[in-house]
């Protein structure tokens, strides 16, 4: 028999693998018991509600990005570097992850309790913070300019990993997200570069 922290274990991995669905049909706790082979009752025995599951697998993702996130902070000393390893960990986090995509994405949440989401949103905003002090870092090394918008930077940087989770679930798990990486990284690092206003080209009118 399967002891309670292994038995929540294998009730969020579940959890995951149903929201790996293309279709993203809604999933209720009866099409998850019968799915673990138990009753609704037994689940609930492991979880106040599916809303406290739902922040088992959030909690989860948070310590999995989190953790490699303050490694690479520790071991990587350049900040462009930081940033390239942080982009390429979120990417690949959700090409290994599908179901934790859709819920990184908020698509899973949908007519869930709208505490779920403001978490997700507290995450993504962690994750701008994350790239905006390696992007800072990068500027004390002078790979950057000392007045560049890290803020606005560290959104874009976000935002491009953000619709990249947006075409791999959208696309049925089609589209993964590394595909394109090698190549796109420069383009993203360059851009980071010429960002400054005395480097961009005047608007037209």
Not at 31 to 36: C, F, N
Not at 92 to 118: H, P, S, Y
Request: aromatic share 8%.
């Amino acid at each position: 028999m399967a002891k309670p922290g292994e038995r929540r274990l294998q009730i969020l991995q579940t959890l995951a693998e149903m929201l790996e669905t293309p279709k993203g049909e809604k999933i209720t706790t009866a099409a998850l018991a019968a799915r673990l082979e138990c009753s609704e009752a037994a689940l609930y025995r492991h979880f106040a509600s599916k809303a406290q599951m739902f922040e088992g697998l959030i909690e989860f993702i948070e310590s999995s990005l989190f953790g490699v996130i303050n490694q690479i902070a520790g071991e990587e000393t350049q900040g462009m570097r930081q940033v390239e390893h942080t982009l390429s960990l979120l990417l690949g986090f959700a090409q290994r992850n599908r179901g934790m995509t859709r819920v990184l994405i908020g698509d899973a949440l949908v007519n869930e309790n709208e505490r779920l989401q403001a978490r997700i949103n507290q995450l993504l905003d962690r994750l701008e913070a994350a790239l905006k002090q390696s992007l800072r870092v990068a500027a004390t090394q002078e790979h950057l300019a000392a007045d560049a918008d890290f803020s606005g930077l560290a959104n874009v940087l976000l935002c491009y990993v953000i619709g990249r989770w947006h075409l791999y679930a959208k696309s049925g798990f089609v589209r993964e997200p590394l595909a394109g990486w090698p190549q796109q990284w420069p383009m993203l690092y360059f851009a980071c570069l010429s960002q400054r206003p005395e480097a961009l080209p005047a608007s037209g009118n």
